[in-house]
């Protein structure tokens, strides 16, 4: 995944609405009437909300074989997969950032601890 569909699949999760869509079909598909039922949306806003998630590839749908009518929507595994790496990425750095200030720390600290046990020789050599 680009940046780009990075970006995008950040944005379209930005609204509150869509995020809960995105969990509730993380538990299995469900139709519009069902999402819209489930987190307060009009029909209409709803409409709206899967549309801007069907553009974004965050979500799939298809027709119900015994009613063309329905449609039944699903999570897709790819673009929470991508996301997921870009976020191992950015967490190895940090882990890596903060591995490297945990020994600067220590170094400092054992530097800090000789200092003071050559300072309390020398007061009792005196």
């Known amino acids: 995944m680009v940046d780009d ?3 995008r699949f950040f944005e ?3 609204d509150p609405t869509r995020r809960q869509v995105v969990r509730l079909l993380g538990d299995g598909p469900l139709r519009a009437g069902q999402l819209a039922a489930a987190t307060g949306a009009s029909s209409p806003a709803m409409s709206r909300h899967l549309r ?3 553009s974004a590839r965050v979500i799939t749908d298809e027709r119900v074989p015994d009613d063309a009518r329905l449609r039944v929507f699903r999570l897709r595994q790819e673009p929470v997969v991508a ?3 870009w976020l ?3 967490q190895a750095h940090w882990q890596e950032q903060l591995g490297a200030f945990k020994k600067h720390v220590e170094k ?3 530097e800090k601890k000789d200092l003071e046990k050559k300072h309390v020789d020398r007061e009792e050599t005196s």
């Open 5 to 7: 569909e990075v970006d």
């Open 12 to 14: 379209v999760l930005a």
């Open 52 to 54: 801007i998630l069907l």
């Open 83 to 85: 996301v997921q790496a």
């Open 88 to 90: 191992d990425q950015v």
């Open 108 to 110: 400092n600290d054992l």
